[in-house]
């Protein structure tokens, strides 16, 4: 007799559940060992990254199985707003999805029909074949997924700042996610992520999240500038990522080993 299964707890439940401001990394290196080291790091969210980084389907189904033991919950940010990759995402079982660039409530409104079935939706049914439904032993998975699922679009444009409360408040958006790189640049302000504007931009739209009661995340590895975001009322911060976190411990080894002051002697954490 067939194992019958169900669906973990979505990114959307876990935000609602929280009492605290929820903590994650983003894992851009495409391997499912760093994203397993990573999943079981005691932080909370895990998100993989399909717009930056050098990953397929086959790379992001493999991270998610990676982490499928861990307490964490994974997202996956789609590298386009497309109905068509949305459907893949879902199909290989990617509760969590995150949907960049997006800005106006039109675009968000496709990106709730992409990841909904019909009648609610356009996304392709194919649930038997797919992970998403562990091959149908999640029992009415076809009339459930609206709610196996859960959606989080990213403000990362002065058109998406202005519409924010509007894209907030669209029935299927879970969550908001801001890219404060791609909004500095946007303003006219690139590489000044914490430029005071740029700050001020993404606590604007902390604040329309709060009027929409729609949770709303951020991106900062500065750990200041985490704490006044959480203190600001994100509801989730992503403080690194495995890529940066390998770049400046490997730069900090060199500096200790083949820098000026190094003496020969093998530092005491060893």
Not at 214 to 235: I, L
């Amino acid at each position: 007799m067939p194992i019958r299964l169900d669906a973990t707890p979505t990114f959307a439940g876990r935000l609602r559940s929280a009492d605290r401001t929820l903590y994650g990394m983003w894992s851009c290196a495409g391997s499912p060992l760093v994203a397993e080291i990573c999943a079981g790091s005691g932080l909370d969210i895990l998100l993989i990254d399909g717009e930056h980084s050098p990953v397929g389907l086959e790379s992001i189904l493999a991270q998610l199985q990676a982490a499928a033991a861990y307490p964490v919950v994974p997202v996956v940010r789609a590298p386009i707003g497309d109905a068509v990759i949305l459907k893949q995402l879902l199909d290989l079982g990617a509760q969590n999805v995150l949907v960049p660039m997006m800005s106006s409530v039109l675009e968000a409104e496709e990106m709730v029909r992409a990841v909904r079935y019909p009648p609610l939706g356009i996304r392709g049914v194919g649930s038997a074949l797919a992970r998403s439904s562990r091959w149908s032993r999640i029992p009415d998975y076809l009339a459930r997924a609206h709610e196996l699922v859960s959606l989080t679009v990213q403000i990362e444009t002065v058109q998406g700042l202005k519409a924010a409360r509007s894209i907030a408040a669209v029935d299927g958006v879970d969550a908001l996610l801001v890219g404060p790189a791609d909004l500095a640049a946007s303003m006219g302000l690139l590489g000044q992520q914490n430029h005071p504007d740029v700050m001020a931009a993404v606590e604007v739209v902390i604040a329309a999240g709060r009027v929409t009661n729609t949770p709303v995340g951020v991106n900062a590895f500065d750990p200041e500038t985490a704490r006044r975001y959480a203190a600001a009322g994100a509801a989730y911060v992503l403080v690194g990522s495995d890529v940066t976190l390998l770049a400046r411990a490997s730069e900090s080894l060199a500096k200790t080993y083949t820098g000026d002051d190094y003496s020969g002697d093998v530092p005491a954490a060893y």
